[in-house]
């Protein structure tokens, strides 16, 4: 009977020794991962924040517009710009803020289109840089420092008059917090302006071992830049949701393709601005 209470003692120690073991891994997990839902909704609680993706972005803002240059790179050339342009239709007489404009090619390009332009980064490397880069435009194009995931940051961005029109290429899925981006180019556009953007897609590209839940990753853009990146996954039904959320219908989309690949790289969307 001793015998057996010891056996039985000794086996409840290891089993909650064991459940211990067990339970602080799995918070450790939740707390490294810091996932939540909200309202049924999986609420973007990134593992990485805003200012350890500036870090990495200021580290790479010189090679990146190494590899960039002023004709941006075979991808941009043809697997994003084409269907943005399509989408946007920067033409003469359009007010458009340029979202993480990276080395400002795009801004360049609606410049010589006719538009009045602001294009912003949080990486003020990148502004430098993208000054320097279209300097011969710098009558048509403001370039700012702000951050696109700072509400008080994108408020400081209002001019003169509303724009017409906003245009993100490939940084949705860098930036850390994008909801106060959908609500502050909904206020900051004219009525029924249109906000277009090119995003990694969430089903092929920036997607893990997860794919409901928001989270973060380290990645590359281009191969050989000094850091990694922090990329922001968020799926489909949320990128759509921060859209209606905020005031805009979806009147245009493309997934496209890099070379001959069936499997789509981007999605590319166009929000309008509906109340
Ligand atoms: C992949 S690059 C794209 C640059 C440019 N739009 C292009 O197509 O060449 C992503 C850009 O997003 C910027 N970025 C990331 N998070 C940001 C934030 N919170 N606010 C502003 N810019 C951000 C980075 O500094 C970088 O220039």
Not at 119 to 136: C, G, P, T, V
Request: glycine share 6%.
């Amino acid at each position: 009977m001793r015998f057996d209470n010891t056996v039985s003692l000794v086996y409840t120690v290891f089993d909650k020794l064991l459940c211990g073991v067990l339970l602080r891994a799995a918070l450790a997990e939740s707390s490294a991962d810091r996932y939540r839902i909200e309202n049924g909704r999986a609420k973007a609680a990134m593992n990485y924040s805003v200012e350890e993706s500036l870090a990495a972005w200021n580290a790479n803002a010189e090679f990146w517009d190494g590899c960039m240059g002023d004709e941006s790179n075979d991808f941009h050339r043809e697997t994003v710009r084409p269907k943005v342009t399509e989408l946007l239709n920067p033409e003469r007489g359009d007010f458009i803020l340029d979202i993480a404009c990276g080395n400002g090619n795009y801004s360049a390009y609606m410049a010589q289109r006719g538009a009045r332009v602001v294009a912003f980064d949080y990486s003020e490397k990148m502004i430098e840089l993208a000054q320097k880069r279209q300097s011969r435009l710098s009558g048509l194009i403001e370039f700012v420092t702000a951050d696109a995931a700072s509400a008080e940051s994108l408020l400081l961005l209002k001019r003169d008059r509303p724009y017409t029109k906003a245009v993100s290429n490939m940084a949705v899925m860098d930036i850390a917090d994008v909801t106060f981006l959908f609500s502050a180019v909904n206020k900051l556009l004219e009525k029924d302006g249109a906000f277009v953007f090119a995003t990694q897609h969430p089903c092929f590209v920036t997607l893990t071992d997860k794919y409901m839940t928001p989270h973060a990753y380290l990645g590359e853009a281009i191969a050989g830049q000094p850091v990694k990146q922090c990329y922001y996954h968020r799926s489909m039904q949320d990128i759509f949701n921060l859209c209606f959320d905020n005031g805009f219908v979806i009147d245009g989309f493309y997934e496209e393709c890099y070379k001959e690949n069936e499997i789509p790289a981007v999605i590319i969307v166009r929000a309008r601005k509906c109340r």
